[in-house]
């Protein structure tokens, strides 16, 4: 040391200290980055750990608005269950499985961050259902008539039995509760037991409704409006096996004479 100079000993203390600061810094930057991938790593586990566990699963299911279709064939279209990985499972995708259905008008689904999925659905108007070489078909309000498998048969017969309607006849129908589905009510339907055709001399497109009660309910096709009032004159009714005339112009129920329809039917049916 006794050869360097002022200068040069002082440049040696400085390239030190650079050397010791370069050191330090990059102690530092091992340590963060260290620090880094741990937090990485127990992110990536934390996830890992939260997907295979119960965690990530659906913890609650609930619909509403539906009547043909049970809970769980809702769960099915829509493609969830309770194995169901809730953040792999996007709401439009339930809904899309849902929308394409025949019998489904509309769905709304609700997720919230706790596991729980709520659908919301508006079923089709289902007028009632027929039987073709023992099938079952359902006809909606919108003509169509839909087809249901073996073990949906039970629903169907949930709603009123169509008979003795040609194809015109039905469309017909059809046409005329889809005019007024939004003032009939699913529980009244429910409530019929079957619709027959009934022709009189005075209009053509006529109907015999059948309730499960034992009463009984005459009027135009266009009368189904008027179904919606049924509780309410039920209420006022004395006796069994009653009779009632629909009226949908003025939007009412007469109590009628059976015999005067039934007498009505016989003289057309003798021309």
Request: aromatic share 10%; proline share 1%.
């Amino acid at each position: 040391m006794e050869g360097l100079s002022k200068e040069e000993l002082l440049y040696d203390e400085r390239a030190e200290r650079l050397r010791q600061i370069r050191a330090q810094r990059q102690r530092k930057m091992r340590k963060r980055r260290h620090i880094r991938n741990f937090f990485l790593l127990a992110l990536l586990a934390g996830i890992v750990l939260y997907f295979v566990s119960d965690l990530s699963k659906v913890h609650s299911l609930s619909v509403s608005g539906n009547f043909f279709y049970s809970d769980e064939e809702i769960y099915a279209r829509a493609g969830v269950s309770y194995e169901t990985r809730y953040l792999l499972k996007p709401a439009f995708l339930m809904e899309g499985g849902l929308q394409n259905d025949e019998l489904i008008d509309s769905v709304e689904i609700q997720k919230d961050l706790s596991g729980v999925i709520r659908i919301e659905v508006k079923e089709k108007l289902i007028v009632g259902y027929l039987i073709k070489e023992d099938r079952y078909y359902l006809l909606t309000s919108e003509g169509n008539q839909v087809e249901v498998d073996e073990d949906q048969q039970a629903s169907a017969r949930r709603f009123p039995l169509l008979s003795g309607f040609d194809e015109d006849q039905l469309s017909a129908l059809a046409a005329a509760f889809d005019a007024v589905k939004d003032q009939v009510d699913i529980d009244v339907l429910s409530r019929i037991s079957e619709i027959l055709p009934y022709q009189t001399s005075f209009n053509e497109n006529m109907m015999r409704v059948v309730m499960r009660d034992g009463n009984t309910l005459y009027g135009s096709y266009e009368a189904g409006g008027v179904l919606q009032i049924y509780e309410s004159v039920l209420a006022k009714l004395q006796g069994n096996n009653v009779c009632l005339y629909m009226d949908e112009e003025n939007g009412a129920m007469s109590k009628i004479s059976c015999s005067e329809f039934q007498d009505e039917d016989a003289s057309s049916k003798e021309k």
